[in-house]
Each structure stands twice: as C-alpha cells, then as structure tokens.
C-alpha cells in the first residue's frame, strides 16, 4: 500500500511526461505528476495532492537539470493556462508530443502501429491567426488577459508570444475605449457588465483582418465612437463586428452578429484556394502548418484518383476544396450554418464545381449519404477535441468506404475512436503527427485506417455447428460471407438470410438449430439487395 502523504518531501528522478508535458517521476510504484520537470532530471519534490487515481508534487529544488531545459521567454508562463513548453527546447517539445501520440495509440487504441514521425513548425512565435483576449472587472476598471490555469481568475496580459501583435492592440484599444467612458467589463458570477471578449483573425497571405468584440449588450450612441477609436489604433482592420451574446457562462461566440463597419468575413489563401471565413467559421490557427497537414490528409486519402469522397466536420471547406482536386465528386458536411454558407462561397469563388455542401452533424450527414445510397471510396473526418460520437463511427462505417483519414486535435480521442473503427472492420495504416501549436501541449494526428480486404484478413469465430458441411459448404463459412457483403456492399446480412439464398441456390443445408419452435413463427425473408449481395458472395467463393 502506498505511503504517499501530503506534504511530505522527496528526491526523485523524473522517467517520463504525462499528457500535460508534466514530468512524470515513480514513488512506491505510483506515477506522480511534477509540473514543468523534464525527463532525465534530479528533483526535490513535494506532494501537493494524493488520490485514488493520481499523484500531484510540486518541484521545490533543481538538483539535476536537463539539457533540454530552456529559461523562458514569456514572464507569464507556469501562470496563465495558455502554453506548456517553454521551459524545454522545440527539439524537446517535438519529442513530447509524438511520445504523447504513441503512448495514446498503444494504451487506450491497443494499437501495435506508431506514428512514424512529426512535422515541427517554422516558428514558435507570434504563429496564431486567431486571439481571444478575455474582458474582467478590476480594480482599476477593465482588465483582459487569459485565465490561470485550471481557473477563471482572470490574468492581466498586455502581449503573448504566441498570438498575433494585431490582436493585443485591438484588446487595449477596446479596454482604453470602455474605461474612458466608464462602461464595465463582463463579470461571469454576476452576469452584469458589457464587454466579453475581444476576437480578432488576421489573414497570412491576404491584408484582410477582422475583430470581433463580444458584448452581453450594445454600445449605444458611443458604437461610432467604438468603431473610430478601434480603427485609428488598427488601421490594418478590414472589418468590426458586434457579437451580443447574452448566454451565461464561458461560451465565446453565441447569440447575433452585427458589422459595425467594413466586411465581417476574412479572406485568406490557403494550399492556393482563395477562402472567406465568417468569425463563426473554424479556420485553422496556423495556416503555413495546416498547408502541410492538409497536404498530408490529401495524400493518405488520395494517393490516385476516386470517384466520391466525403468530408465530415468541413468548416469552411478547406479539406473539402483540397480533395476535389483528386476526386470527382466531393460531398461536405458541417453543423455550423454560417461555415456550410462560407464553405459554398469559397466552392464558387475557387471555380470548384464538383462539390456539395449539407448542415448536419456527423452522424445525420452520413445518414444522409446512406439513404441516397452514396458509397464514398475515402471517407475524412477533423472532428473537434472531444471526438467522434459511437453513432457518428457507426455511420461513417456502414458507408463501407475503402479508407478513412482521421485528422485529430485530441490523442486521447483519436485512439479511442481506432479502436472504435477496428470493432467494424478498419485498421490503422499510417499515422504523423503535426505540431500545429507550439509551446502548447496540444498536437494533432493525421492517421490513415483502411477496411480490412476479406480475401486477405478474415477473423473467424468457429461454432461447432458449423464444422458438418458439405462439399460445397466448405468453401466458405457464415462469418467470411458476411464479411464479404459488409466490405463490397457496406450491408449486414444474417445467418439466417444466408442460409435462406443458399437453399434456394440448392446447397443442401442442415435444419436450422435456432427455429422458432412455435407453429405460428413468421420467419423474415431476405430483402431483394441482400439477396444480390449474398448470391455475388457465393459466386465469389465458388459455391455456385
């Protein structure tokens, strides 16, 4: 039993990472969590917290460092919840996060296959499109920054190495304007007070540049005013944009949009297609490392060309305009209404006409596909952190197709949906990780699972029953002939429907052990398209 207590001191040697990039050291055979501690280091620890599940330490005194170990460059990090990095080398970091990858796909996918690599950033700073600078009331009037850790304390932040220079601008301007006129920040506990958010998006490869400020209410007769002093501090905008959202809780972007001046949708270039993106719309945070992952989605999904190819989670399009390049016909699918409007837009405005767009989620889009009887060869899904839902997997499976690219923010979601994949036949081909966040400890995965061929990979579960055949039952068991519809027809067939079609080819079938014993029992008959895939399966394997 563990003797493990609070506050007691130890001298330890961390051996690992944990998910967060914590150093991870061993003691009485419990992991035990050390922030901000590097593999291969000497540290006097102290145990903050000791529960069922983890341990949590906090390092008191260096004894050994890493040559890895970096100062860092931010004065905030270890205090605000945005990076994780900064005290180890991007060398080090790289390493972290495809270990993290591979850790997730072996302990929670059961996976053997690892991901052969990771594709590293040009740069560490000033790297994000996109910053959202939270709004709080202080002391002093209106505060904004980013939240501590694990928390909503509100951490007063002027600059971020990670964010674009733009967006802290905008922030102080909207701060500057707010306290000048005595107007208050957004406070959660309370839900009085105006301003949320301030969200700003700056295009790389176009001048365009649009902020979004986020109010629980209107500004009144001081909005022209708002909008004059915003644009003389950021001259670069292209567009102003009120969002009035009145939900309570830390939800960014809900409720109605207003342009208060210019163009609310942002024009950018990304792998050469021209894209408009609402501030609604996902759009990558780091375009020059989404060229690349993108690049390599392609690649896993159409290393030829295909006939039709799906796009689940679709954005504003982006995967979806990449794959028309290689596919006849693409079909894309998004929740967001705004983003499936975006989507259709930059389809028109990149001359891409063999595209289609649909709202829905996930699952009730390849439901959709299903019942118009739409077959994709290449199926890819960008599910956000939380991953695909079972109905969404079992959906994308019953469509059958031929390989399905899975591009992931989450390592930990990612594997479990493999694993999910694997229960209907797919197995996982390549994997690359791609640092799409550095400093962060968030990665992304882009991963190739194709349907396992019958002719080659078959799992058999052997009944004793089944083992008094005749001649010409031999040549193929009930599990091959489902598997063998399941792969080319995407149908379920059951035993029951096989042996009805194999009776009717006259193959002599032994009576059936689970008949219903009562005399009246209505037996159902198989369906006209399972009767056509059963009899192809039994041409395949011979038995006609």
Request: charged letters at 25%; glycine letters at 8%.
């Amino acid at each position: 039993m563990s003797t493990l207590k609070k506050n007691d001191i130890y001298t330890v040697s961390i051996d690992g990472y944990g998910s967060q990039a914590q150093g991870v050291c061993h003691i009485d055979g419990r992991a035990v969590f050390v922030p901000r501690a590097l593999p291969g280091e000497r540290w006097e620890i102290k145990i903050l917290k000791v529960s069922n599940t983890a341990v949590y330490a906090k390092g008191e005194k260096l004894l050994l460092p890493s040559p890895q170990r970096r100062d860092s460059d931010c004065p905030w990090f270890g205090i605000c919840g945005g990076c994780d990095c900064w005290h180890m080398s991007y060398q080090e970091e790289l390493r972290f996060k495809l270990q993290r990858v591979n850790d997730a796909l072996e302990r929670i996918g059961k996976q053997s296959l690892k991901a052969g690599g990771i594709i590293g950033s040009d740069s560490v700073y000033r790297y994000r499109n996109k910053g959202i600078f939270a709004f709080a009331p202080g002391a002093e009037g209106a505060g904004f920054g980013f939240y501590r850790e694990r928390s909503h304390q509100l951490i007063p932040i002027d600059h971020c190495l990670i964010q674009n220079e733009l967006s802290e601008r905008c922030a102080a301007a909207v701060a500057g304007f707010i306290n000048s006129r005595g107007i208050p920040a957004y406070d959660e506990e309370t839900g009085k007070g105006t301003v949320r958010h301030v969200f700003c998006r700056r295009a790389v490869n176009t001048g365009d540049a649009v902020v979004c400020i986020v109010a629980a209410r209107g500004f009144g007769g001081c909005t022209q005013e708002l909008v004059e002093e915003l644009r003389l501090a950021c001259p670069e905008l292209t567009g102003i944009v009120l969002n009035i959202n009145k939900t309570r809780g830390n939800t960014v972007l809900s409720g109605d949009f207003y342009t208060l001046w210019g163009r609310a949708d942002m024009e950018d270039i990304l792998c050469s297609l021209h894209f408009s993106i609402s501030p609604q719309a996902f759009f990558q945070i780091n375009p020059p490392q989404a060229q690349r992952l993108y690049e390599l989605a392609l690649d896993y999904a159409c290393p030829e060309k295909v006939g039709l190819a799906f796009d689940l989670y679709c954005g504003a399009g982006t995967i979806s305009l990449c794959l028309a390049r290689r596919a006849d016909k693409v079909i894309g699918a998004e929740i967001v209404p705004e983003a499936v409007a975006n989507a259709a837009a930059n389809a028109a405005a990149n001359g891409v006409s063999n595209v289609e767009f649909i709202c829905g989620d996930a699952g009730e889009a390849a439901g959709e596909l299903e019942s118009r009887g739409l077959r994709p060869e290449v199926v890819v899904v960008d599910p956000p952190r939380k991953g695909m839902d079972e109905k969404a997997v079992a959906a994308v499976a019953a469509m059958a197709p031929e390989r399905i690219v899975y591009v992931s923010c989450g390592p930990a979601t990612l594997a479990r949906d493999i694993l999910r994949f694997n229960a209907f036949g797919y197995e996982l081909r390549s994997a690359t990780a791609v640092d799409m966040f550095p400093r962060t400890c968030h990665v992304e995965t882009v991963v190739l699972l194709s349907k396992l061929k019958v002719d080659h990979h078959i799992e058999i579960e052997l009944k004793m029953d089944e083992l008094d055949l005749t001649a010409a039952e031999s040549k193929a068991t009930y599990d091959e002939i489902k598997a063998y519809v399941l792969n080319k027809y995407g149908l379920k067939v059951s035993q029951l429907y096989i042996a009805q079609i194999k009776r009717k080819c006259g193959i002599i079938e032994r009576k059936n052990y689970n008949v219903s014993k009562k005399e009246d029992a209505k037996v159902p008959q198989c369906p006209p398209e399972k009767e056509a895939a059963i009899m192809d399966a039994l041409k395949h394997f011979q038995m006609i």
